[in-house]
């Protein structure tokens, strides 16, 4: 078992919004992801978190806030977005952060008016 | 830090062969992924090289030379739902961060 689900597929918020975006896996990795991807560009890394803790931020802007509740969940949540903050939001996970493979959830493709 | 190439669409024929490269520059190497998405869809794990030569798995294989900073994924009896984007990745050892190539478009016709 391979999967990672990611919670809304979609959402179109406002720019005065908060909203969660969810991810969960089963399979006791214990590195998790999030990547942002916009239409035909390949995805970039935002937060890295390693044994539930953030490890990487590749500079991303406060109204993104990364949350690991525990081992299996992976929160991001939003506030005050820009339109430009439309993109496919991806979780992803792996055994380790080194040398492993990256499992990628389906994607929380996101709006903002 | 990381460049990787990769040509942006190619076309081919249903049960033809097409090979897509991928070239890259790291300062650091801890493996080459190769992930299929399909539009709108997340990426999808296909091949893992982290020693030269050539990995098997069906239809696909994935060759690596790491003296030559080159890759290549081959897709054997092309079928429709083989178009998609095909990424290249590359695993910085210094920064254990993924870095991703633009993706090649491959349209498969019949």
């Known amino acids: 078992d391979t999967e990672v689900t990611q919670t809304p597929k979609h959402l179109v918020m406002g720019m005065t919004n908060k909203k969660s975006l969810k991810c969960e896996q089963h399979m006791g990795h214990r590195a998790m992801y999030w990547y942002k991807q916009k239409a035909k560009k390949p995805p970039e890394l935002m937060f890295v978190y390693s044994y539930e803790k953030l490890s990487i931020n590749e500079s991303v802007p406060s109204r993104f806030s990364p949350e690991c509740p525990n081992s299996s969940l992976l929160n991001l949540h939003l506030h005050a977005l820009q339109p430009e903050d439309s993109a496919l939001y991806l979780c992803?996970?792996?055994?380790?952060?080194?040398?492993?493979?990256?499992?990628f959830g389906p994607g929380t493709r996101l709006l903002v008016l | 830090g990381q460049n990787i190439d990769q040509p942006t669409e190619m076309t081919a024929t249903e049960g033809a062969i097409v090979q897509i490269n991928c070239t890259y520059q790291?300062?650091?190497?801890?493996?080459l992924f190769w992930y299929q998405q399909h539009a709108g869809e997340a990426p999808t794990f296909l091949s893992y090289?982290?020693?030269?030569g050539l990995e098997e798995k069906g239809r696909f294989s994935s060759f690596l030379s790491r003296s030559k900073g080159y890759s290549y994924l081959l897709l054997k009896e092309l079928q429709m739902k083989d178009s998609a984007s095909y990424l290249c990745?590359?695993?910085?050892?210094?920064?254990?961060?993924?870095?991703f190539g633009k993706g090649n478009q491959v349209v498969v016709i019949p």
């Open positions: 090289n982290v020693l030269d």
């Open positions: 992803a996970s792996s055994q380790g952060p080194a040398r492993e493979t990256q499992y």
């Open positions: 990745a590359v695993l910085d050892a210094g920064n254990n961060r993924l870095a």
């Open positions: 790291t300062s650091g190497f801890n493996g």
